[in-house]
């Protein structure tokens, strides 16, 4: 339904944090789950770099 390989999606329902997400993989996943991005996303500020203010 995605037009994407069983292994990767998979990956991506044990994965807790991905370094990125391409808008296709995106758009896919919005059209087949019939809802919007921020339905999938939360936005969590990374603790781990010092701020640069």
Not at 25 to 34: G, R, S, W
Request: net charge positive.
């Amino acid at each position: 339904m995605l037009g994407m390989h069983p292994t990767s999606i998979s990956r991506m329902k044990t994965r807790r944090q991905f370094t990125r997400i391409d808008e296709p993989t995106l758009n896919a996943l919005c059209k087949a789950l019939q809802c919007q991005p921020g339905d999938l996303m939360v936005y969590e500020p990374d603790d781990s770099r010092p701020n640069k203010s």
